[in-house]
């Protein structure tokens, strides 16, 4: 299976008084993940960037284990579910060798934030998002 993975360090404002992290932020991890995968895929300028964005349409979480706070990253996975027309779907892993904290997915769609409309997923981002299918 091909997928992205970002070593995501915890930050200690993340915990709780019980020293886990806060469930209500593994979306921003997954967030950031899916970030620093799209940098080498989107456009380095401002208006290309508002011209080739990717917005949340829905968010799905499963929890699975509490995380709790320590020195050592956690990785995030992502990889490409489906992607075609305007919609992208990436499913998520928060992990690390021994655990599995949370599986997620996310429903994207392509979209022009300069006319406010969905867009076609250009070729350049569908080979860049091949890499990460597991078709």
């Not at 997954?30 to 456009?43: D, G, K, N, S």
């Not at 799905?60 to 995380?67: F, G, K, M, S, T």
Request: glycine share 2%; with cysteine.
């Amino acid at each position: 299976m091909k997928k992205y993975t970002y070593a995501l360090p915890l930050r200690w404002a993340d915990a709780d008084a019980y020293g886990h992290v806060n469930n209500a932020l593994f979306p921003r991890y997954m967030e950031e993940a899916r970030t620093r995968m799209f940098q080498e895929m989107l456009p380095t300028d401002e208006t290309g960037r508002r011209q080739h964005a990717f917005v949340v349409s829905r968010s799905i979480v499963d929890y699975r284990a509490p995380l709790s706070y320590r020195e050592e990253p956690v990785d995030v996975h992502v990889r490409v579910v489906t992607c075609r027309g305007a919609r992208l779907e990436l499913a998520y892993e928060i992990r690390d060798a021994d655990h599995l904290y949370a599986e997620a997915t996310t429903l994207m769609a392509a979209y022009n934030l300069e006319t406010g409309r969905p867009r076609r997923i250009s070729q350049a981002e569908l080979d860049f998002l091949a890499r990460y299918t597991e078709f």
